[in-house]
T-cell receptor, first 113, second 109 residues
Framework: GAVVSQHPSRVICKSGTSVKIECRSLDFQATTMFWYRQFPKKSLMLMATSNEGSKATYEQGVEKDKFLINHASLTLSTLTVTSAHPEDSSFYIC?????????FGQGTRLTVV | KQEVTQIPAALSVPEGENLVLNCSFTDSAIYNLQWFRQDPGKGLTSLLLIQSSQREQTSGRLNASLDKSSGRSTLYIAASQPGDSATYLCAVRRNKLIFGTGTLLAVQP
C-alpha cells in the first residue's frame, strides 16, 4: 500500500517555542493532505486540509495563526505549532489520499512543558 | 452534519472467537467507508475500504459490510487472535473523512 511518513514521532518542547511536523507521501504525489489531532481515548479530529500551492483550509475552531500549514510540494506538507502551550500537547496525525483510499502517517506525540 | 458512532466502545473476547464491530452514520450521502486499526501511540493502518456502490469487502479474516441506506457498516473478525488487539476506527468520506468514536478490542490469550 501507499506509504505516508511523518516526522518526528515524538517531540518535547518548551512553552512559547515553535515545533514543525513533516508529512511526506513516499511513493505517490498528493495534491491534498490532511492534518488531524487526537486527544487521549478520543477519535481523530480534522484540523485542516493542506493544498499544494495554495492556502490550507482550516476547520471551524482551529486557529490558523497557531497551526501553520505549508504544502510546498506534491510530497510534503508541514504543520508548525507556533508559540506552543501545554494545552497543545496532543497526538497529531497526517493523511494523504491516493484515490480512493486514505493513508496515514505514524503520528507525532507533542508534549509541551 | 455527519456523525459517526461505533458500538461497542470496548470489547474483550477470548482468543478464537468471531466478533462483530458496528459503525453507524447519520448521512447516507457518502463516497466510501474505510475501516482502520490503530495500535497505542501509533498512526492508522487501513484495513478495508468499501465504495458506496459496494456491499462488502474481504481481506483475510476480515469482512466489512456496508448498508448505505440504513447508515450502517459492520466489521467481522473471524477467529480472533491476541495480535488483533487494537482500536478499530471506521470513517466515512464525502468531502472529508469523518471518523467514528472507535472500538477498543482486547483479545485474551
Amino acid at each position: 500500500g501507499a506509504v505516508v511518513s511523518q516526522h518526528p514521532s515524538r517531540v518535547i518542547c518548551k512553552s512559547g517555542t515553535s515545533v514543525k511536523i513533516e508529512c511526506r507521501s513516499l511513493d505517490f504525489q498528493a495534491t491534498t493532505m490532511f492534518w488531524y489531532r487526537q486527544f487521549p481515548k478520543k477519535s481523530l479530529m480534522l484540523m485542516a486540509t493542506s493544498n499544494e500551492g495554495s492556502k490550507a483550509t482550516y476547520e471551524q475552531g482551529v486557529e490558523k495563526d497557531k497551526f501553520l500549514i505549508n504544502h510546498a510540494s506534491l510530497t510534503l506538507s508541514t504543520l508548525t505549532v507556533t508559540s506552543a502551550h501545554p494545552e497543545d500537547s496532543s497526538f497529531y496525525i497526517c493523511s494523504a489520499r491516493r484515490h480512493p483510499e486514505a493513508f496515514f502517517g505514524q503520528g507525532t506525540r507533542l508534549t509541551v512543558v | 452534519k455527519q456523525e459517526v458512532t461505533q458500538i461497542p466502545a470496548a470489547l474483550s473476547v477470548p482468543e478464537g472467537e468471531n466478533l462483530v464491530l458496528n459503525c453507524s452514520f447519520t448521512d447516507s450521502a457518502i463516497y466510501n467507508l474505510q475501516w482502520f486499526r490503530q495500535d497505542p501511540g501509533k498512526g492508522l493502518t487501513s484495513l478495508l475500504l468499501i465504495q458506496s456502490s459496494q456491499r462488502e469487502q474481504t481481506s483475510g479474516r476480515l469482512n466489512a459490510s456496508l448498508d448505505k441506506s440504513s447508515g450502517r457498516s459492520t466489521l467481522y473478525i473471524a477467529a480472533s487472535q491476541p495480535g488483533d488487539s487494537a482500536t478499530y476506527l471506521c470513517a466515512v468520506r464525502r468531502n472529508k473523512l469523518i471518523f467514528g468514536t472507535g472500538t477498543l478490542l482486547a483479545v485474551q490469550p
